[in-house]
């Protein structure tokens, strides 16, 4: 299928129930005073979005997913004036509603009535998308939009660690999931001057593609206890910081067991399983006095304050961050939902996916 000259339509890859994903042609979004219309180039693929196509769903149907996006503006609403067609962005996907408490506080992601794209409405899983102007965040010359569509998971990774009160010189870290966030959770940790970053995964090949990134202090957690591998490397003093980007249960307990007195353990990844914890892990978390933090989302300034975002495109440009040995793939959006299949039923090694509606020359 491929877009006619029709400007009142577009090609879209839409969720019409769990597991109903149709390639097909949709009305072209308009944009509203103060939003703006882009050209998707890419969108990323979250972990998220696998159980919310194949088990979950999205908040009504149809709805056309993806979260992870940047493109260029086609068109600016009413009342919109300082971006121009062409205007390479990315994008933050949360919808604030701007009147609650943490709103008034700027504190957007702790909004009590957000919006979301790609979930609670429709996002970038198709050509064009609508979004608020105060969402868009310029893309520095030098950073590609591929790159910049890894913008919202490398600002959660930057986030997870600020939440802690970030690392430094004599720190040692540990990160249990060497899945993209973990990965850019890895270079973020290594940028501000950890000592030693340990990742454990049980899949080899991201494990290898690790090393390829620089980390040296990698373990295959069927392979080794994490617990005796730190308390080897450590003197048994265990990691400063542990980071928990797996979301399973077993990864849960060996990231509480590993941090040492004083300690800080984050939880990034989303639960797939309830979690149960030993009294005696307990008790030991206890006695050291681990301090065990939630993460959600990233910080972000409709002001173009200092961000996380802004954070995370400077890191791209000075190339402080890496991401794209990280792209392991480039997916017309015809085949997006096959690309999903693929991830699900993990027939082919894969870190960050990346859509795209093709037709885009940068």
Same mark, same amino acid.
């Given at each position: 299928?491929?877009?006619? /000259?029709?400007?009142?339509?577009?090609?879209?890859?839409?969720?019409?129930?769990? @597991?109903?994903?149709?390639?097909?042609?949709?009305?072209? +979004?308009?944009?509203?005073?103060?939003?703006?219309?882009?050209?998707?180039?890419?969108?990323?693929?979250?972990?998220?979005?696998?159980?919310? *196509?194949?088990? !979950?769903?999205?908040?009504?149907? %149809?709805? $056309?997913?993806?979260?992870?996006?940047?493109?260029?503006?086609?068109?600016?609403?009413? @009342?919109?004036?300082?971006?121009?067609? @062409?205007?390479?962005?990315?994008?933050? +996907?949360?919808?604030?509603?701007?009147?609650?408490?943490?709103?008034?506080?700027? !504190?957007?992601?702790?909004?009590?009535?957000?919006?979301?794209? @790609?979930?609670?409405?429709?996002? =970038?899983?198709?050509?064009?998308?609508?979004?608020?102007?105060?969402?868009?965040?310029?893309? %520095?010359?030098?950073?590609?939009?591929?790159?910049?569509?890894?913008?919202?998971? =490398?600002?959660?990774?930057?986030?997870?660690?600020?939440?802690?009160?970030?690392?430094?010189?004599?720190?040692?870290?540990?990160?249990?999931?060497?899945?993209?966030?973990?990965?850019?959770?890895?270079?973020?940790?290594?940028?501000?001057?950890?000592?030693?970053?340990?990742?454990?995964?049980?899949?080899?090949?991201?494990?290898?593609?690790?090393?390829?990134?620089?980390?040296?202090?990698?373990?295959?957690?069927?392979?080794?206890?994490?617990?005796?591998?730190?308390?080897?490397?450590?003197?048994?003093?265990?990691?400063?910081?542990? $980071?928990? =980007?797996?979301?399973? /249960?077993?990864?849960?307990?060996?990231?509480?067991?590993?941090?040492?007195?004083?300690?800080?353990?984050?939880?990034?990844?989303? /639960?797939?399983?309830?979690?149960?914890? +030993?009294?005696?892990?307990?008790?030991?978390?206890?006695?050291?006095?681990?301090?065990?933090?939630?993460?959600?989302?990233?910080?972000?300034?409709?002001?173009?304050?200092?961000?996380?975002?802004?954070?995370?495109?400077?890191?791209?440009?000075?190339?402080?961050?890496?991401?794209? %040995?990280?792209?392991?793939?480039? *997916?017309?959006?015809?085949?997006?939902?096959?690309?999903?299949?693929?991830?699900?039923?993990?027939?082919?090694?894969?870190?960050?996916?990346?859509?795209? +509606?093709?037709?885009?020359?940068?």
């Amino acid at each position: 299928m491929t877009a006619g /000259p029709d400007s009142r339509t577009m090609n879209a890859c839409v969720l019409h129930a769990i @597991g109903d994903m149709r390639y097909e042609q949709v009305p072209r +979004p308009q944009p509203g005073p103060g939003q703006v219309l882009l050209r998707i180039a890419y969108c990323g693929v979250c972990g998220s979005d696998i159980p919310r *196509v194949f088990v !979950k769903g999205t908040y009504h149907f %149809p709805t $056309i997913i993806g979260h992870e996006f940047a493109g260029v503006v086609e068109a600016a609403g009413p @009342g919109v004036t300082d971006v121009v067609p @062409g205007d390479r962005v990315a994008v933050f +996907p949360l919808l604030w509603c701007g009147h609650c408490p943490p709103c008034e506080q700027g !504190k957007y992601v702790q909004c009590l009535n957000y919006d979301y794209l @790609g979930s609670r409405r429709d996002g =970038a899983f198709a050509e064009f998308v609508v979004a608020p102007r105060q969402n868009l965040v310029r893309v %520095p010359a030098g950073v590609s939009l591929a790159e910049a569509a890894m913008t919202e998971p =490398a600002a959660v990774a930057l986030h997870a660690l600020r939440r802690a009160g970030g690392c430094g010189p004599g720190d040692n870290v540990a990160i249990f999931g060497a899945g993209p966030i973990g990965l850019m959770v890895a270079q973020w940790a290594r940028a501000m001057g950890a000592s030693r970053i340990f990742i454990f995964d049980i899949v080899p090949q991201k494990l290898a593609l690790a090393g390829d990134l620089g980390f040296m202090l990698t373990f295959n957690n069927r392979e080794t206890d994490p617990a005796q591998v730190i308390a080897r490397e450590t003197g048994r003093d265990g990691v400063n910081l542990a $980071i928990e =980007a797996a979301g399973v /249960p077993a990864t849960f307990g060996q990231a509480l067991a590993v941090t040492g007195r004083g300690g800080k353990m984050v939880i990034l990844g989303n /639960p797939a399983a309830d979690v149960t914890l +030993p009294a005696g892990l307990i008790s030991q978390a206890m006695r050291r006095e681990v301090a065990i933090l939630g993460t959600w989302n990233s910080e972000y300034s409709a002001a173009g304050n200092s961000d996380d975002w802004q954070t995370v495109l400077a890191a791209m440009a000075s190339g402080q961050l890496n991401l794209t %040995p990280l792209i392991t793939h480039r *997916v017309p959006l015809s085949e997006a939902f096959d690309a999903l299949i693929m991830m699900r039923d993990q027939r082919d090694f894969y870190a960050k996916v990346l859509i795209s +509606p093709g037709g885009f020359a940068e």
